[in-house]
């Protein structure tokens, strides 16, 4: 079954999530690259703030592209031909879908820093960071990662700095957009036959 990716990347705490469950209203199965990190992390016993720095060592373990790797285990057992996967961070990530799957489409989620800070606070996960310095290093490794060039080279860009539901009004129209656009090339192509 050929399957089109669409990836959801952004800074953390940006909105992706909430991005997220609008694929999953619309019927679109949703991949989070984080939960395969956090799973993963909690199969060694590593939770917590130091789930950030086995984020970076399982890429030194298994390549740049290791998170990706693990979704591509899971999208392959799904029947579906269009999979949302939430948390892309690196062009390897990108690329390795590429290599993998038909098409991918990004969009990207963007809030300011300090909207994400407070969105964090509000939040409370165990590894949220607690001060402004935390969040900063923590936005400096996904930087690191190399997050800045997804997003700079998505398809779609949201701005989730206004009211939640005018961001997932955008997100909504954005992903019944692709599916339109899916379904289309399914008709034209069956028509070629």
Do not use: W
Request: net charge positive; glycine share 8%.
């Amino acid at each position: 079954m050929k399957k089109q990716i669409i990836a959801i990347t952004g800074m953390p705490l940006a909105g992706k999530t909430e991005v997220s469950k609008i694929a999953e209203k619309l019927g679109l199965p949703v991949i989070s690259m984080g939960d395969a990190v956090r799973q993963e992390a909690q199969k060694r016993g590593i939770n917590g703030k130091a789930i950030g720095d086995f984020m970076l060592k399982l890429r030194e373990e298994m390549g740049p592209d290791a998170v990706a790797k693990i979704c591509s285990n899971i999208i392959e057992t799904i029947n579906n031909n269009m999979i949302v996967v939430e948390g892309v961070r690196s062009l390897h990530e990108v690329n390795y879908f590429k290599s993998k799957f038909d098409k991918i489409i990004i969009i990207a989620v963007h809030a300011a820093p300090k909207i994400r800070f407070r969105r964090g606070l509000l939040r409370r996960r165990d590894d949220d960071p607690k001060t402004f310095k935390e969040f900063e290093n923590r936005d400096l490794r996904e930087l690191e990662v190399g997050i800045g060039s997804v997003i700079a080279l998505a398809d779609y860009m949201i701005i989730n700095e206004g009211p939640l539901e005018e961001t997932l009004n955008i997100a909504e129209k954005i992903f019944v957009k692709i599916i339109r656009n899916h379904n289309q090339t399914i008709i034209i192509n069956n028509g070629d036959k």
